[in-house]
């Protein structure tokens, strides 16, 4: 086995931004997240990461100056959890219409009251439909190499969008676990210097622009159109970006999605982050019980991968998707997605929904083998 | 292999630094490990879990430890207070850090395998004190790589001197090397 570095899911968001060679980070601290912005305040204080740190004094300001920092030309990069990502939020949105390809590292973390600083995935899953490419990350090494990737994605011609990569509170972001810390020079090679054609300080300044006037109806239904397209685009450049790092790196952690034992599964578990590896992890029991269960991480929420979910749901017999959210009333916010897909692509799998690990309770395999036993006796 | 360490200690102790620098150590020799913590409303002085999972291969389960293989208490009276044996596979090793005869201690002797080190001597000879409360964290972790053999006092070593660079590194280290030379492992 290669020797690793053994480092938490915070410090591994934080190597994300430094390889991607950040040039402005703007952050306020909130637990579960705030280590990750410490160790970045460290590095540019040691001199280890020339970028300029910007202490804000909300995340509110934190999402404004990473904003502004992009469309004046550089690569810029914050990190939130929870109440934090809500006080941002108009700033969030803000960064899509302002087609600002920032990068944002959220520590899932339940919402308040009741006080609680545990994992939960409503926070990011509340900016749905933001405009943000989402992608999951189901340990430290993905949180890595997400950020990197998600820094390709985002700062593309055909794309243009912000992105936010998750890792679960505590679950990852305070458990330490073995990493693989790239080499500068082939993270350069895979990541090329942010160059995007628009940006307000751009020395050819005929090419300049930036969005922010009013825009009249018929105007704006086009901007917002060009905002679908970028996101139907990202599908194939996430795909392309997740193979070139496989290539260059020897990791795969997926592209849209990643499917465990999905060929002859009879019931497929879906689930987002590191969930979806402890569900991974649970599989090997059910298989050597005899129980043909498989897996599909969904790796990117946003664009939200429809046809591979199809395609995955056709082949088994059923469907459980575990859901560590609820949105209230509806569903469990993946499983409403799952079905809305496969409603559109006429498959007619059943689909059961699990809500589980709500403010941080533990997921332990037991609750996962229940779920497809009630399956099976079904 | 598949082995479930739980650390039990004080707010303040560094059981979480243990079982992370106990990670670090396992990497070096090529093994996969966890470190995992349970943070709450910690304070001084209150018990403290942290936790490792330990394998040849690479480990995707993300929750606690709930029945370990092996305990690493940093005090006995820790044991009572958390209902901690009931933390314990039937079979589990207890590390624990004890002054005297251990078998006047109330662990359950029968029961379990012990390994015994007074980590708080030998802090206190070497002076290894923060805010006056004697730092046995690396001790254990030397006592764990004798009563489990692994992973090397030299990983240990290495892992600690990473972590710290420089004087408290050193202090740490020798530590870690006297509790794993003074670690008695008891027959049951």
Do not use: C
Request: glycine content about 6%; aromatic content about 8%.
């Amino acid at each position: 086995m290669a020797i690793y570095d053994v480092i938490t899911g915070n410090d591994a968001a934080a190597w994300g931004a430094r390889l991607s060679k950040v040039e402005v980070i703007a952050a306020y601290p909130i637990t579960p997240q705030t280590t990750i912005v410490e160790k970045l305040a460290e590095w540019v204080e040691k001199g280890e990461l020339n970028a300029k740190f910007i202490a804000v004094e909300s995340e509110h300001s934190a999402m404004a100056a990473v904003i502004g920092a992009s469309a004046a030309g550089v690569r810029a990069f914050t990190a939130t959890s929870s109440q934090g990502l809500l006080y941002m939020i108009e700033m969030v949105s803000w960064a899509v219409g302002a087609r600002t390809p920032v990068v944002m590292a959220i520590v899932n973390r339940a919402l308040g009251p009741p006080w609680n600083i545990w994992s939960e995935h409503t926070d990011a899953l509340m900016t749905r439909d933001t405009g943000w490419i989402q992608f999951w990350a189901a340990n430290n090494q993905e949180v890595m190499d997400s950020i990197i990737q998600a820094y390709r994605v985002a700062e593309d011609k055909k794309v243009l969008l912000p992105a936010m990569v998750m890792l679960g509170g505590f679950v990852l972001s305070h458990t330490a676990m073995p990493v693989k810390i790239h080499d500068q020079n082939k993270v350069d090679q895979y990541l090329s210097p942010y160059e995007p054609p628009h940006y307000v300080l751009n020395p050819k300044i005929s090419e300049a622009f930036a969005y922010g006037n009013i825009l009249f109806p018929w105007d704006y239904a086009k901007v917002r159109l060009s905002i679908e397209k970028a996101m139907r685009n990202a599908v194939d450049v996430i795909k392309r970006a997740a193979k070139e790092f496989h290539e260059i790196f020897g990791i795969w952690h997926g592209d849209l999605i990643k499917e465990v034992n999905t060929d002859d599964a009879e019931i497929v578990i879906f689930a987002l982050g590191a969930v979806a590896e402890q569900a991974e992890a649970t599989l090997e029991v059910l298989r050597r019980n005899g129980i043909k269960v498989g897996v599909a991480k969904i790796r990117v929420f946003r664009p939200f991968p429809k046809e591979e979910i199809a395609k995955i749901a056709d082949k088994a017999s059923h469907v459980i998707v575990i859901d560590r959210d609820i949105s209230f009333g509806w569903d469990g916010i993946l499983a409403g997605e799952v079905k809305a897909t496969l409603h559109e692509y006429k498959v007619d799998t059943p689909v059961t929904t699990k809500i589980m690990g709500i403010g941080g309770d533990d997921i332990l395999p037991e609750h996962i083998e229940k779920a497809v036993k009630e399956v099976i006796k079904k | 292999m598949f082995i479930e360490v739980s650390w039990l200690g004080r707010g303040g102790q560094g059981a979480v630094t243990a079982s992370r620098l106990l990670a670090r150590a396992l990497a070096k020799e090529g093994m996969w490990a966890q470190a995992i913590v349970f943070f709450g409303a910690e304070r001084r002085g209150a018990p403290v879990f942290a936790y490792n999972r330990i394998s040849d291969k690479p480990i995707k389960y993300h929750h606690f430890v709930y029945k370990a293989d092996v305990m690493v208490v940093f005090e006995q009276t820790l044991l009572d207070l958390t209902d901690g044996y009931k933390r314990l596979k039937d079979d589990a090793m207890i590390i624990i850090n004890y002054a005297g005869d251990i078998t006047k201690s109330r662990l359950r002797m029968n029961t379990y395998k012990i390994a015994k080190v007074d980590a708080t001597s030998i802090v206190l000879d070497l002076g290894l004190l923060v805010a006056g409360i004697p730092v046995i964290n690396t001790a254990m972790v030397g006592a764990f790589a004798r009563a489990m053999g692994m992973p090397s006092i030299d990983s240990i070593v290495t892992a600690i001197l990473e972590t710290w660079p420089g004087k408290i590194g050193e202090l740490n280290a020798e530590a870690a090397k006297r509790a794993y030379n003074e670690t008695e492992i008891i027959k049951k």
